[in-house]
């Protein structure tokens, strides 16, 4: 598969998550930055500069199993096989 390896992290908003995040992009990983208040994940993801560009935020509370299945569905959208499904406001995440 062509791109980079897209990592998802869950509770990424703030601490050890948070630096995952960093260290992942910085690794030249896609990196999907999941917190359960999209809000507070925007902000991470503008804190993160210069690796925002390939950090996307994506709402994910894993006590929820609806916002489980929601991201599931996303990642595994079929076009671009598992990590080239993720999307944000139906748009494909441009990495
Ligand atoms: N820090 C350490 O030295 C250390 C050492 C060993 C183990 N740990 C463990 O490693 C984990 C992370 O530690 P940390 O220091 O990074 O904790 P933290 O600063 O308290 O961050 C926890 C993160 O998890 C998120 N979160 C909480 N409930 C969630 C849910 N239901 N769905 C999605 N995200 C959720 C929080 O989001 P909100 O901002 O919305 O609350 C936050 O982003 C914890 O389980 C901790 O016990 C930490």
Not at 9 to 24: K, Y
Not at 26 to 36: D, E, F, H
Not at 50 to 61: C, E, I, M, S
Request: proline share 6%; net charge negative; hydrophobic share 40%.
């Amino acid at each position: 598969m062509d791109g980079p390896l897209v990592a998802l992290v869950t509770g990424a908003n703030r601490g050890i998550g948070l630096e995952v995040c960093r260290q992942l992009a910085g690794l030249g990983y896609a990196v999907v930055l999941g917190s359960r208040d999209l809000a507070k994940g925007e902000r991470a993801v503008a804190g993160l500069a210069p690796h925002g560009r390939v950090v996307h935020p994506y709402q994910l509370d894993v006590t929820d199993s609806e916002s489980i299945e929601r991201v599931v569905w996303a990642a595994t959208l079929p076009d671009d096989g598992p990590t080239g499904g993720f999307f944000r406001d139906g748009r494909p995440l441009k990495w």
